[in-house]
């Protein structure tokens, strides 16, 4: 049973950070590519970044290219998400997700694993 973890989700003022944190277990995490996705009240769950199973393959969404950045750490089976000068449009909640194929994909419907998220706020 894969199990993915957020952490890190909480109340920010618009301009801060946050570091985003999504532990795995369960699997074998070294072979997933890794994607960031949210979903604000009323809207469809949008992609927000992507790093390859071996990490030399990063994407953003234009939403949030310039100011986040992904990582992962293969010892630690943890994906982190960092984005900076965040806006209101930013509050969502934010779920990780694991995808065992080949391609990546910026897309929800592939990912055959996703955490249960967490919620970021951004006051404005």
């Known amino acids: 049973q894969v199990q993915l973890v957020e952490a890190g989700g909480g109340l920010v003022q618009a301009g801060g950070s946050l570091r985003l944190s999504c532990a795995v277990s369960?699997?074998?995490?070294?072979?997933?590519?890794m994607g960031w996705f949210r979903q604000a009240p009323g809207k469809e769950r949008e992609f927000v970044a992507l790093i390859s199973w071996f990490g030399g393959t990063t994407y953003y969404a234009d939403s949030v290219k310039g100011r986040s950045t992904i990582s992962r750490d293969n010892a630690k089976n943890t994906v982190y998400l960092q984005v900076n000068s965040l806006k209101p449009d930013d509050t969502a909640v934010y779920y990780c997700?694991?995808?065992?194929?080949?391609?990546?994909?910026?897309?929800?419907?592939?990912?055959?694993?996703w955490g249960q998220g967490t919620q970021v706020t951004v006051s404005s």
């Open positions: 997700a694991a995808d065992a194929s080949i391609k990546v994909v910026t897309v929800p419907g592939p990912y055959d694993y």
């Open positions: 369960g699997g074998t995490f070294s072979r997933y590519n």
